[in-house]
């Protein structure tokens, strides 16, 4: 198998543990409501339609008019690392078991979390910007009444039509777990994420997602990975950055898009630095959402302080 075959299979395989190893995953459904066709860039669709008018016996229907554009928008997310794996070690027999164990370990570990964090940290900017947020600080004792008086106050303005989902950080859903009355309004359910389905908590017919503390801030540094005590790259919840407890969100509402660009394979025959074998992985991402779509929306935020 040639270097060119290798990465076909490894963007195949990563793109697919992407959408369904991060807790965001569901967000990438959505970007059939963009045209992307691979770069940096999508189109993303703003419509406006008028509202209804009186039929005329004589004169019929009022005229309507429907405005369609598109919007380039640039994927502002732009990041990537290259590895090297020596000859010594990893031979063309086994390069594709090791080859492949690094690089999934590395987006499992590395990848996910950072893009998991980008999503909810924009989400919560989005949401503070539209006055979609609320200042709570968790306690057991009266947590599923205000989680509850959230998921209310959207289905009042979105209509029990739509589908809700919840993503929650994983001590926050502790305590949910803990409060009075929650064993009798949560239930056991399962919610679809690409290929896979997950087990999860429900409340009033929401599916709960969990979500490790660590991704759930409200804002984050992505370091370069070059500068001096940056060198290891990632992100980091910066000083101001306040715990999210919850995300309340129309599923529709969100839309990301996360594309592996081509993963470039040398052998150590055409390394030009090392004997070695060389992966260069690159990947572009974001998340939008759309004027009418932030009505859907609504975000716990535990202020600095509070």
């Known amino acids: 198998m040639n270097t060119m075959e290798y990465a076909a299979i490894f963007m195949q395989e990563l793109d697919s543990q992407m959408t369904e190893g991060a807790t965001s995953g569901w967000m990438e459904e959505n970007a059939a409501q963009v045209q992307y066709n691979g770069g940096a860039e999508v189109k993303f669709p703003k419509m406006q339609l008028s509202g209804l008018g009186d039929y005329d016996r004589e004169t019929g229907f009022a005229q309507g008019a429907v405005t369609l554009t598109y919007e380039t928008r640039k994927l502002s997310q732009d990041r990537g690392r290259t590895f090297q794996l020596d000859a010594v070690d990893v031979d063309e027999t086994n390069f594709a078991a090791v080859a492949g164990n690094v690089m999934g370990e590395f987006q499992r570990s590395k990848v996910i979390p950072e893009i998991d964090a980008y999503r909810y940290s924009t989400i919560a900017a989005l949401a503070e910007g539209a006055g979609k947020t609320k200042d709570y600080t968790p306690d057991k004792e009266t947590i599923l009444e205000e989680l509850m008086e959230d998921i ?37 359910g399962e919610f679809d994420q690409g290929n896979v389905k997950l087990k999860v908590r429900e409340i009033d017919g929401c599916p709960i ?44 509402a969100p839309i990301a898009v996360s594309k592996t660009d081509v993963t470039r394979i040398f052998d ?9 074998w060389k992966i260069d992985y690159r990947k572009y991402h974001d998340l939008w959402i759309s004027d009418n779509g932030m009505d859907g929306i609504l975000v716990s935020v535990q202020k600095a302080g509070a």
């Open 152 to 188: 209310t106050e959207v289905k009042d303005i979105v209509g029990d039509g739509c589908e809700i989902v919840i993503s929650m950080s994983a001590k926050v859903a502790g305590l949910l777990d803990l409060a009075k009355e929650s064993g009798f309004l949560m239930s056991k």
């Open 268 to 276: 150590p025959m055409h390394n030009q630095n090392a004997n070695a």
């Open 209 to 252: 997602i969990r979500v490790p503390s660590a991704r759930f801030q409200t804002k984050y540094e992505f370091l370069d990975g070059v500068s001096l005590e940056k060198t290891d790259g990632g992100f980091q919840a910066t000083e101001d950055a306040d715990p999210i407890n919850w995300i309340i969100a129309v599923r529709q």
